[in-house]
Each structure stands twice: as structure tokens, then as C-alpha cells.
């Protein structure tokens, strides 16, 4: 099943703080964030692995709730270059890192 | 290359077309998936390879839908017979190999069946 994401959409502006928030029903082995801008691959944010191992960047972080099957994604002091579509990809133990992903989440950050 | 290259990016394909679409993933990646990305949503996994070998097509919509990688580098997904409900975006990803390693994507190809 597809995880959801929470909210759709968000409208900040430069400066203020969100979370993005992906809830599956499955037990989850890890979950993968990514940023997509319009007509544009999907960029790699974060990885958050079972056991609380983070692999990601400086500026963004990220939580795992595994008992609650829950992720997620705090921006902070945002940019205007933060807008896009941010999707939560999950693994359910796949050894090679099959991904089923949200519906994603539109983040616009204006001046 | 230095990442992953899709070609043609677009694609205009009449009703009952065959298509063949290209993915040449980052040098030395084992790994290298097919995601179809409908307007709006979420990429959806389509199949899987390591190396040459296809492990996992379970995302393939039908038998329409086929995917090679002959050599473990260069992919193709051929679509035969194309329909209107086949029009997407197609992105290609490839990864070194391991669940918890970072996959990293194409532009993709945006087909569009008339």
C-alpha cells in the first residue's frame, strides 16, 4: 500500500519552518525522502534506516518512528530554492531497495 | 556520464505505437529500477534489475510492458500496442546496490499517447 503524506500542500514564506509528515500500514525497513521540481528528477534528501541511522544532508532533518510506522521530514529557516514536491519513499525489507512511494507533498516557499 | 541519462525526454506515440525508451544509469551500478510517474503523483515501481538480470517485475501493468538490460548498464523499457492510459512520465534510477543506499533518478521521459 502507498504510504500517506501530510499535508498536500504547504505555502511558506522564506524563513518559517515545516514538517512533512508519511504514515504507511506496513512495517517499514526504511524510508527515503526526495525533493522534485517541475519537469525535473527526483532528488535524494534522506535516508532513514531501522535502528535510527540517518544518511542525509546537513540542512534537512529527518525522524523514524518504526513502532508507529511514521516519518518525518523537518525543513527548517527555509529557502526560496526549498519549493518543490517532496515524496516519502518506503521499503518493506526488500534487499535491494524497491520503494513504494506517497503522493507527495507541494512545498512553495515565497520571498 | 555523471548521472543518469533517459532518452528520448519526450515522446509522442499514436494509439497501437511501439516505443522504446532508454536509461543509461551512473557507471557501476548494480542496480537500476523503472518507475512510472503519473501527473500528480507518486513515481510507481515498474520492475527491477541487477546487473542483467530482471528480479522483479511484479510492477508491470501488462504484458505490453517489457524491460532489458542485456550488458548490466544500459536499459530499455519497450511499450507495444501503446495506449492513451500509457501516457507518463517514465524515470529510470539507479543505485550501487543496497536497500539502504541512495537511488538516484533520471529526468525521465514523458510519453504522451494521442
Known amino acids: 500500500q502507498q504510504p500517506v503524506q501530510s499535508p498536500q500542500a504547504v505555502i511558506l514564506r522564506e524563513g518559517e519552518d515545516a514538517v512533512i509528515n508519511c504514515s504507511s500500514s506496513?512495517?517499514?525497513?526504511?524510508v527515503h525522502w526526495y525533493r522534485q521540481k517541475h519537469g525535473e528528477a527526483p532528488v535524494f534528501l534522506m535516508i532513514?534506516?531501522?535502528?535510527?541511522e540517518q544518511k542525509g544532508h546537513e540542512k534537512i532533518s529527518a525522524s523514524f518512528n518504526e513502532k508507529k510506522q511514521q516519518s518525518s521530514l523537518y525543513l527548517t529557516a527555509s529557502q526560496l530554492s526549498y519549493s518543490g514536491t517532496y515524496f516519502c519513499?518506503?521499503?518493506?525489507?526488500?534487499?535491494?531497495?524497491?520503494?513504494?512511494f506517497g503522493q507527495g507533498t507541494i512545498l512553495t516557499v515565497h520571498p | 556520464g555523471a548521472g543518469v541519462s533517459q532518452s528520448p525526454r519526450y515522446k509522442v506515440a499514436k494509439r497501437g505505437q511501439d516505443v522504446a525508451l532508454r536509461c543509461d544509469p551512473i557507471?557501476?551500478?548494480?542496480?537500476l529500477f523503472w518507475y512510472q510517474q503519473a501527473l500528480g503523483q507518486g513515481p510507481e515501481f515498474l520492475t527491477y534489475?541487477?546487473?542483467?538480470?530482471?528480479?522483479?517485475k511484479s510492477g508491470l501493468p501488462s504484458d505490453r510492458f517489457f524491460a532489458e538490460r542485456p550488458e548490466g548498464s544500459v536499459s530499455t523499457l519497450k511499450i507495444q500496442r501503446t495506449q492513451q492510459e500509457d501516457s507518463a512520465v517514465y524515470l529510470c534510477?539507479?543505485?550501487?546496490?543496497?536497500?539502504?543506499?541512495?537511488?538516484?533518478f533520471g529526468q525521465g521521459t514523458r510519453l504522451t499517447v494521442v
Open positions: 532513514l534506516l531501522k535502528g535510527g
Open positions: 506496513k512495517a517499514l525497513y526504511s
Open positions: 534489475f541487477q546487473n542483467e538480470a530482471q528480479l522483479d
Open positions: 557507471s557501476g551500478h548494480v542496480s
Open positions: 534510477a539507479s543505485s550501487l546496490g543496497q536497500s539502504n543506499t541512495e537511488a538516484f
Open positions: 519513499g518506503t521499503d518493506g525489507g526488500t534487499s535491494y531497495g524497491k520503494l513504494t
